[in-house]
């Protein structure tokens, strides 16, 4: 498993019912992108499923490698039947002009010192942007919620959204800009296009922009055994995604090693899979 994030170590877990496994992470520890979403104002129970997915590795005997990056050598290096790339997405810029220094989710916990004012775009509409409000806002920074979707928040389920709204609204920083994109950015002045109506408007002394910039796909290696791509680098979605991907993940590289000569044996299987629900069963439908 190259990757020690939650889809990662989720695929880890599920592979040690049937095969020895190995776990690499090129960072010194374990969690991936929950690594900053634990350390956010509100969200530090992310850290219990960090937690609880690195003890139950160790309790199973996965042999986690933090700190060990899966280059050329380590890929040689031992005689793998198969690997599970849970890397995560690759992240680059939204805008490539010379608007000023935009900050990324991803970048780390976002430090609100200095910062009076700020923006937080977002075209998801989940827990990613709404964590970086939550914080900015309960450290007294007045945020302005930039976004092209029509509503608040869809990717954040309606119970937790109910919650998170109400309270950011009774701290009053919360500024709300509805099917509205950043135009530009420069020498502290945020310009905002608003699709309906059409206009644009401007928000003066803006000391800092956070953005989820873009977020792709890993391109998978070209590895001498079989492999599949998980967890973000497959499909940049959320945590809870993050964990089923990385379960379905390693049984389906469990059927390509085990139906490895047997092309019919190994499509029957996959298409089992195809109809797994969420959790697993005891009797896996791989044949392992």
Do not use: N
């Amino acid at each position: 498993m190259v990757g020690g994030g939650p889809a990662g170590m989720e695929a880890a877990l599920t592979a040690t019912r049937w095969a020895d496994v190995t776990l690499v992470e090129r960072e010194p520890a374990l969690g991936g992108a929950l690594r900053t979403a634990r350390a956010l104002h509100g969200r530090s129970g992310w850290a219990r499923l960090v937690e609880d997915q690195e003890r139950t590795c160790r309790e199973r005997g996965v042999e986690l490698r933090p700190g060990v990056a899966f280059d050329a050598g380590l890929r040689t290096a031992e005689p793998w039947d198969g690997i599970v790339l849970a890397t995560g997405a690759i992240v680059g810029p939204r805008w490539s002009d010379d608007r000023d220094p935009v900050r990324c989710f991803g970048s780390g916990v976002p430090d609100p010192a200095g910062v009076r004012r700020a923006a937080v775009h977002d075209d998801r509409g989940g827990w990613e942007a709404w964590g970086v409000v939550a914080h900015l806002v309960h450290h007294g920074v007045e945020t302005h919620y930039v976004t092209p979707l029509q509503s608040l928040a869809p990717g954040v389920t309606i119970y937790s959204r109910l919650g998170l709204l109400a309270g950011l609204r009774a701290s009053d920083l919360l500024h709300v800009h509805l099917m509205t994109t950043v135009s530009g950015w420069r020498d502290r002045v945020l310009t905002l296009r608003t699709s309906l109506p059409d206009a644009e408007t401007a928000v003066a002394d803006v000391d800092a922009l956070w953005d989820a910039g873009v977020a792709t796909p890993a391109a998978p290696r070209r590895l001498p055994v079989p492999h599949r791509v998980v967890g973000d680098a497959y499909a940049p979605r959320d945590a809870g995604w993050a964990v089923y991907s990385g379960r379905l993940g390693a049984l389906r590289i469990l059927a390509d090693i085990r139906h490895r000569d047997d092309p019919v044996a190994r499509s029957t299987a996959q298409r089992g899979l195809d109809a797994l629900p969420l959790h697993t069963h005891r009797r896996s439908p791989i044949g392992v």
